[in-house]
């Protein structure tokens, strides 16, 4: 009995990956990674001097289920779409810059000493549209596929904020603006890790490099529902300009292989 339990358990798990494989489903994997521009409320929005200094490290490894071989889809379908599973991390390290921060106030020099880091691991999933014919592309060395996709995401954040003045809190390290109370929170920044949901949009391109693998450049846009991914939230009601959620841009290189359907 306990041998038939184990013949059962196997052609259960068994079952799901062989009606993929017989319905065409192939696999795609890869790994990109680039650099992150963190927009969120360290420094001036809009600011080049800000955007450019407030940059991290991104990875993301990826999962393209590719329908070109299936019989259960349209044409137009499986020559266009493929559905991206993607888990990916990242890390900025932040400060504020502008025109604030040079002024020789206090509360310029406690906005100076203000240091900040983020971490997000996400993982979700998007709906992604090739230009051209899947199988054009694949057939052609050297070509290009420019792609669009979007779809939702699910992260886990770790953030902290620090002052090289001392710990954060109090008038003299703490500048005004983030010792009021804000959306919960008992001051205008935190130390804590959460989930966050966002909508992550990405185009790019691949390159045909071989009959199994390709090259790509990828571009991220993504919007978090939250506005405490920074570990900064100043309220929104006294200080108007605090007007945004927390979202970032990515710009990537990677590389992707086919396995064998």
């Known amino acids: 009995m306990t041998q038939l339990k184990k013949i059962a358990l196997l052609l259960l798990i068994g079952l799901p990956f062989n009606s993929f494989s017989q319905a065409g489903i192939s696999h795609e994997l890869g790994v990109i990674a680039g650099r992150i521009e963190f927009r969120s409320d360290y420094g001036l929005r809009n600011d080049t001097e800000t955007n450019l200094n407030n940059m991290g490290f991104g990875i993301t490894f990826v999962d393209y289920m590719s329908f070109s071989y299936t019989d259960f889809v349209n044409d137009y379908f499986a020559e266009h779409f493929k559905v991206r599973n993607e888990l990916s991390y990242s890390k900025t390290d932040l400060k504020h810059y502008g025109k604030w921060v040079e002024k020789n106030t206090i509360g310029s020099k406690q906005l100076k000493a203000m240091r900040g880091s983020t971490q997000v691991v996400n993982l979700g999933f998007q709906l992604e549209y090739s230009f051209i014919h899947i199988h054009d592309f694949e057939r052609t060395i050297g070509s290009f596929a420019p792609y669009i996709a979007i779809g939702p995401q699910i992260g ?16 003299a390290t703490t500048n005004p603006k983030y010792l009021v109370p804000s959306d919960g929170h008992p001051y205008g920044f935190s130390n804590e890790s959460k989930m966050v949901f966002s909508g992550v949009l990405n185009i790019g391109t691949r390159y045909k490099l071989t009959p199994m693998s390709d090259l790509v450049f990828d571009m991220r846009a993504q919007y978090f529902n939250s506005d405490w991914v920074d570990g900064l939230n100043p309220n929104a009601e006294l200080f108007k300009e605090n007007k945004n959620n927390d979202w970032l841009t990515f710009i990537g290189v990677g590389y992707i292989f086919y396995l064998d359907n």
């Open 156 to 171: 886990y954040y770790t953030a902290t904020a620090t002052s090289e003045l001392g710990e954060l809190g109090n008038t």
